[in-house]
C-alpha cells in the first residue's frame, strides 16, 4: 500500500480504500463504456468530515483526485487516469426536508429518486429529473448542471439548487449560494458563486451538502403519445407545439430503432413500431383548461402530420411510457456492448434538417444510429450502439459522431445540453469557444483550484490555458492529459 493509500485509510478505514487493480476495475468508466481509464486508487469517505479530511489529505500530498457520484455520467468526465478516485456514495443521507419552505439539504450521494420519494408524502418532488434518476446522485446533477425530460418547463438543476457547502481542492470549506437574488428563501449576496460552480464537471471543488428547492406536484397530469410515419413530421410537430405557445412539461422523441430496442427489452412501453418516430408529451397544472392544453397539442400533432395520438388513460399506462423513455439507453445494451451518446443542443427551428443529416451521415458511415432526445428543447442525444472491440467499426462510429458534432456547431448549436464536456468532447471546445474565452475559463478555475488537482484533463484543453501552458509544458507528462 502506498504512503497516500495509507494516510486515506487512517482517515476513513482501510475497508473504503480500493489499490488492487482487479478491484478497481468497476470505476474504469462511466455510462460511456467505449471510454475506459483505471485509477490508482480509490477511496470513500462516510462521513462529512471524512470527506473533508480525505480533500485535505490529498491537498497535503499534492494529489489529483476525481469525484464521483454514481458514475452514470456520459462524457467520461468521472474517469480519474492513474489517480485517486474520491467516491461519494457513502454520503446518502437527506440531512433535512422542510415542507413548509418547500427545500431539503442533502449529502451528495443521495439518489436523485430518492429525494423525490422521500419529498411524496408532502406533495412535493425534485423537479429536476434525468432519465437516469434512479442511479446518479444529486452531487453528480450539481457537477453537470443536470436536466431531464420535465426541465423544458421546470428549468436544470441551476434553477432549483438555493445553496451549497463545498470543500474546495486546498480544503477550504465555503459555503456557496446564488448571489444577489431576492428569492424568499434567504440566499443570496456578493457574486453567484453557486451559478459558478453548478456545472463545473467536478473540476472546482466537491459537493459536501447542498439544498434544493422542491416543488409542488401538479393538480393534474395528462401524458400523450403521438406517432409519426416521418421523423421530420414529429421535429415539425414540436416546432408548432413551441411556436403555439402551449409549454408542455416534457416533450421526447423517439425515432424507429430507439422503439425497436425499447419495445424489444423489458422496457417494453406499447410503442407501435413501424411509426418512424414517436413523440411524448405531458402536459401539467392545474386541473381546470388542462384538457384544452391537451387538445391544443393533439390538434398540431395531427396537423404536422401524426398518423395517431394516444392519450394514457391511468397512472399505470403513464408509468409504462415513461419507463419505455427512461430506459431507452438501457435497452440499448442489448443491441450491441458499448454505446456512443452524444449531446449536441441545436435551435428548435432546425430540428428536422438536423435528424435528416444525422441520418445521412449514419448511412454514409454504415452505422445504426438510434435518436431520443428532449425535442422540446433542442437537446439531440444521437446514439450509436457498437462494438469497440471491432477497430473498424470504432472508426466509423467515431468518424460519424464527429460529423454529426460539426454539423450541429455549424446549425447555430453547441455540444451539450446536460451531459458535460468530459473526456469525451474536449476535442470540441477549440472548435466551439474562442482562445480568449477558454482563457476566461482557465482563469475561473484557477480560482476554485489553482493547482489544477480537481479532475484534471478534462472540459478546457490545457493547452487554451494560457499561464498554466508554460508551467504544464515545462513539466513531464502526469495527470494533465489533454484537458486543464
Ligand atoms: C440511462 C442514462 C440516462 C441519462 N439521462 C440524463 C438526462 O436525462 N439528463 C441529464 O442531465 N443527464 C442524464 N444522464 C447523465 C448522468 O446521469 C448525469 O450527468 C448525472 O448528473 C451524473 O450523476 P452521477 O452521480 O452519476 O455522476 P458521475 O457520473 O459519478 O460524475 C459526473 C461528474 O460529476 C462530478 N461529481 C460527481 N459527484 C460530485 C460531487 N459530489 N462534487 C463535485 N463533483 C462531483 C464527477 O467528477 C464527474 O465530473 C443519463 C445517464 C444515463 C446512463
Not at 483526485?65 to 492513474?82: M, P, W
Not at 438501457?330 to 430540428?351: E, Y
Amino acid at each position: 500500500m502506498t504512503s497516500l493509500a495509507a494516510e486515506l485509510g487512517r482517515i476513513v478505514g482501510d475497508a473504503h480504500v480500493i489499490a488492487r487493480a482487479t478491484q478497481l476495475l468497476v470505476y474504469r468508466s462511466d455510462a460511456l463504456p467505449g471510454l475506459q481509464r483505471a485509477p490508482a486508487l480509490a477511496v470513500f469517505p462516510g462521513t462529512r468530515d471524512e470527506l473533508v479530511a480525505v480533500v485535505r489529505a490529498l491537498a497535503a500530498a499534492g494529489a489529483p483526485f476525481v469525484a464521483r457520484g454514481a458514475g452514470t455520467g456520459l462524457s467520461g468526465g468521472a474517469l480519474a487516469e492513474g489517480i485517486t478516485l474520491l467516491g461519494l456514495h457513502r454520503l446518502k443521507r437527506i440531512l433535512a426536508l422542510d415542507p413548509i419552505g418547500r427545500t431539503a439539504t442533502v449529502e451528495p450521494g443521495v439518489v436523485n429518486a430518492t429525494l423525490t420519494r422521500a419529498a411524496a408524502p408532502h406533495g412535493l418532488h425534485y423537479a429536476p429529473d434525468p432519465s437516469s434518476q434512479t442511479a446518479c446522485t444529486i452531487g453528480g446533477n450539481i457537477a453537470e448542471n443536470a436536466g431531464g425530460p420535465h426541465c423544458l418547463k421546470y428549468g436544470v438543476t441551476l434553477d432549483h439548487a438555493v445553496r451549497a457547502t463545498v470543500v474546495l481542492p486546498g480544503g477550504e470549506v465555503v459555503t456557496l449560494d446564488r448571489g444577489d437574488a431576492d428569492r424568499g428563501d434567504g440566499s443570496g449576496g456578493g457574486y453567484d458563486l453557486l451559478g459558478a460552480f453548478i456545472g463545473s464537471e467536478g473540476c472546482f471543488g466537491v459537493v459536501v451538502d447542498v439544498t434544493v428547492r422542491l416543488t409542488p406536484d401538479p393538480e393534474r397530469v395528462i401524458t400523450l403519445l403521438a406517432d409519426f410515419m416521418r421523423v421530420r413530421d414529429a421535429a415539425d410537430a414540436t416546432s408548432r407545439i413551441i411556436a403555439a405557445g402551449v409549454l408542455p412539461a416534457a416533450l421526447e422523441l423517439m425515432d424507429q430503432p430507439t422503439i425497436e430496442a425499447v419495445e424489444s427489452s423489458v422496457y417494453a412501453a406499447g410503442y407501435p413500431r413501424d411509426a418512424a418516430a414517436v413523440l411524448l408529451i405531458e402536459v401539467d397544472g392545474a386541473a381546470a383548461g388542462l384538457e384544452d392544453d391537451a387538445r391544443e397539442v393533439e390538434r398540431l400533432c395531427r396537423a404536422a402530420g401524426a398518423r395517431g395520438v394516444r392519450v394514457a388513460h391511468d397512472a399505470s399506462e403513464r408509468a409504462r411510457l415513461w419507463q419505455g423513455r427512461k430506459k431507452a439507453f438501457g435497452a440499448m445494451g442489448r443491441v450491441a456492448p458499448h454505446l456512443v451518446v452524444q449531446d449536441a443542443v441545436v435551435p428548435r427551428s432546425q430540428l428536422a434538417e438536423l435528424l435528416d443529416d444525422i441520418a445521412a451521415i449514419g448511412a454514409q458511415h454504415g452505422v445504426r444510429i438510434c435518436n431520443v432526445f428532449h425535442a422540446g428543447d433542442g437537446n439531440l442525444h444521437p446514439n450509436i450502439p457498437y462494438d469497440a472491440h471491432d477497430a473498424g467499426e470504432s472508426a466509423r462510429v467515431h468518424a460519424a459522431m464527429t460529423e454529426i458534432m460539426t454539423r450541429c456547431i455549424e446549425a447555430g448549436g453547441t455540444i451539450t445540453g446536460e451531459h458535460g464536456v468530459g473526456l469525451d468532447k474536449l476535442p470540441y471546445m477549440e472548435q466551439l469557444f474562442t482562445p480568449d474565452t477558454l482563457d476566461a475559463m482557465c482563469s475561473l478555475r484557477a480560482v476554485f483550484d489553482p493547482d489544477r488537482r480537481a479532475n484534471p484533463g478534462k472540459v478546457v484543453p490545457v493547452r487554451a490555458c494560457r499561464e498554466w501552458h508554460a508551467a504544464v509544458a515545462a513539466r513531464p507528462a502526469t495527470h494533465d492529459g489533454g484537458g486543464a
